[in-house]
T-cell receptor, first 111, second 113 residues
Framework: QKEVEQDPGPLSVPEGAIVSLNCTYS??????FMWYRQYSRKGPELLMYTYSSGNKEDGRFTAQVDKSSKYISLFIRDSQPSDSATYLCAMWETSGSRLTFGEGTQLTVNP | DSGVTQTPKHLITATGQRVTLRCSPR?????VYWYQQSLDQGLQFLIQYYNGEERAKGNILERFSAQQFPDLHSELNLSSLELGDSALYFC????????????FGQGTRLTVV
């Protein structure tokens, strides 16, 4: 079983929709949770970074962590065609030395 | 622009050959990480250096090696290349040992023919 599971999609939504992207994980030691956006296999771009459980909002993006369920989410409000990309969740354990990535969800926002 | 520079952007080479990929981290960042991304796999962690010293190893093949120099740039050496080594190779950097705020370069696309 992979440490981080992410539905690869593809996910296709109309412009203006609310998008929900999710990851589950099995390693209880993960404490830091990140979301990256990757356009056409360019370098991943750090979008959001949260520590432990709770919500964090940044503009149209909200990251949510539920450690009791080992489940994290990224919500995109008022989605735009420019949001079309692959979204990768990533996790870090405090005693570790690596980011563990999900496989990414491919999102297309249609005008 | 993340501030992380990788060269070359593209590399085509033959099986059995050796190549060197180069990474310049963001100014002030001490940690460098190398990742491999194949078409059918996600980002796979290869190795981390912090201030010149190896800190962690992931799924790095014995044919691969890396180092970080005193000026903090890093090189990833891939030898005895096989077709299956064709992938995107990303370098990331962060200010400290923890990679919680790692910034990625644009990658080197390696094609082995």
């Amino acid at each position: 079983q992979k440490e981080v599971e992410q539905d690869p999609g593809p996910l296709s939504v109309p412009e203006g929709a609310i998008v929900s992207l999710n990851c589950t994980y099995s390693n209880s030691a993960f404490q830091y949770f990140m979301w990256y956006r990757q356009y056409s296999r360019k370098g991943p771009e750090l979008l959001m970074y949260t520590y432990s459980s709770g919500n964090k909002e940044d503009g149209r993006f909200t990251a949510q962590v539920d450690k009791s369920s080992k489940y994290i989410s990224l919500f995109i409000r008022d989605s735009q065609p420019s949001d079309s990309a692959t979204y990768l969740c990533a996790m870090w354990e405090t005693s570790g030395s690596r980011l563990t990535f999900g496989e990414g969800t491919q999102l297309t926002v249609n005008p | 622009d993340s501030g992380v520079t990788q060269t070359p952007k593209h590399l085509i080479t033959a099986t059995g050959q050796r190549v060197t990929l180069r990474c310049s981290p963001r100014s002030g960042d001490l940690s460098v990480y190398w990742y491999q991304q194949s078409l059918d796999q996600g980002l796979q962690f290869l190795i981390q250096y912090y201030n010149g010293e190896e800190r962690a190893k992931g799924n790095i093949l014995e044919r691969f090696s890396a180092q970080q120099f005193p000026d903090l740039h890093s090189e990833l050496n891939l030898s005895s290349l096989e077709l299956g080594d064709s992938a995107l190779y990303f370098c990331a950097s962060s200010p400290h040992q923890g990679g919680t705020e790692a910034f990625f370069g644009q990658g080197t696309r390696l094609t082995v023919v």
